[in-house]
């Protein structure tokens, strides 16, 4: 398997820091969700997610599913294995692996715990 270009990020669901969310309490104070679709790939990539939310303390949980052409996540064949996510001030850097033969796209959802 050879592997295609790294993925770009198509569409995002970030909500602004002005949205009024309320606080979580006990020793998390924010907790944010959003979502990234990316261009058909396969193979391998460090990717970059920028957020101003994440800071170098957060905890951030990433997953990634393959998407139709309407842009729904569903479980095919395909394996995807996220790895390796490190925060740092405004952006997370994460690994993954679309284990297949050609290119396909993938959605990841990203949770943010400050």
Request: charge should be negative; proline fraction near 6%.
């Amino acid at each position: 398997m050879t592997e295609s270009s790294a993925p770009e990020i198509l569409d995002t669901s970030v909500p602004t820091l002005d949205q009024g969310l309320t606080q979580i309490g006990g020793n998390v104070g924010a907790v944010w969700r959003a979502w990234w679709t990316w261009t058909p790939s396969h193979g391998v990539f460090n990717l970059q997610l920028p957020w101003n939310v994440i800071g170098i303390d957060s905890t951030v949980v990433i997953t990634a599913s393959e998407i139709d052409g309407n842009g729904h996540r569903f479980v095919g064949a395909a394996p995807f294995q996220v790895s390796s996510i490190a925060p740092a001030n405004g952006i997370v850097t994460f690994k993954i692996n679309i284990d297949w033969g050609s290119s396909i796209p993938m959605r990841t959802d990203v949770l943010v715990f400050n």
